[in-house]
């Protein structure tokens, strides 16, 4: 910045004003100033410092952006789908000089801010326009920017210095894939915007979670918290217990839990000297315990049976 310091630049301004500034209370207007603030720091977020130069102007702020002259793009579209405040903002291409004011900070002056700040004047609240200088490039650079802009003609200063705008147009739900389209995925996430990547995730999220067996316990893994939650509770209701709570691991929701007991596993076995009584809830889990007792030398006594919803069956083991 310094080695520019008196140095005549090229470049793009964004002015901004934050309309009936002056006629609110000393206390709304530090209240509006950092909202306001707040939404312009958001917007040049993605930008190194050393690009660009803020001047306060009280009820609003002039940004020079000395990298690339659509920047100033980028951020009049942020501030305009990031505030309800009635902010009008004008965006110009032209020739400005860097000095340092009385207190050593960087000022900008010239042409290229006296006109942006014109343009703006030209604007309702809410609106972005931009001078014909910086339509005949930035239009240029591709067709997505080509046809952000419409003529809206010509206006006249108080000067009576005559200016062509030219209005920008874009859908606040058009904003994000723009965005992403022309600046990038880095620098819509910097300021908050869904990326592809997170469009992606938010469809997945109503994919159920899956379920894998891992040896000793049972992993259960998804895209989203609920749908991990939903998968353990329908384990519960066979008897499986959480291991590992769910957490976070790269962009997966991910628990453990153990395998649901099987069904001879739930069975009980009472002796009754060398009887032997096998109840439980199902038919299978009984039949399964009672032909293990058999393989193993056991006698059917009584084969399996339910009666008042316990399955039954009886074996005696040899002495």
Known sequence: MAEASGRTLVTSVLFLDIVGYSKKS????????????????????????????????????AVTFLGNPEDALFSGLVVQNSTDLPVRMGINLGPVRLVRDLNGQTNILGDGINVGQRVMSFADPGQLLVSRS????????????????????????????????????????????????????????????????????DARADLPAQVFNAGAHLVVSG????????????????????????????????????????????????????????????????????????????????????ASGVWTAVCEISS
């Open 26 to 61: 000393v206390a709304d207007q530090m209240s509006v100033k950092q909202s306001f603030n707040d939404t312009l720091a958001k917007s040049l977020a993605p930008m190194p410092t050393a690009d660009r130069v803020i001047l306060d102007t009280g009820d609003g702020a």
């Open 134 to 201: 910086f339509f005949e490039v930035v239009s240029r650079l591709s067709d997505l920017y080509a046809g952000l802009f419409t003529h809206v003609g010509e206006r006249k200063d108080k000067h009576v210095r005559a200016h062509e705008v030219y209005g920008v147009n874009l859908a606040p739900e058009a904003l994000p894939e723009f965005v992403e389209a022309t600046w990038g995925g880095q620098w819509a996430a910097a300021v908050g915007l869904p990326t592809s990547a997170d469009r992606e995730l």
């Open 223 to 306: 895209y989203s918290q609920l749908s991990v939650m939903a998968a353990l509770e329908e384990l519960a209701k066979t008897g499986s217990q959480v291991r590992s709570p769910i957490s976070k691991i790269g962009n997966k929701w991910i628990a453990t839990c153990d395998h649901p007991p099987t069904a001879a596993e739930e069975c009980r076995v009472e002796e009754l000297g060398y009887m032997r009584i096998v109840t439980g809830p199902s038919r299978e889990g009984v039949a399964e315990k009672l032909q293990d007792l058999l393989q193993g030398g056991a006698r059917l006594v009584h084969d399996v049976d339910e």
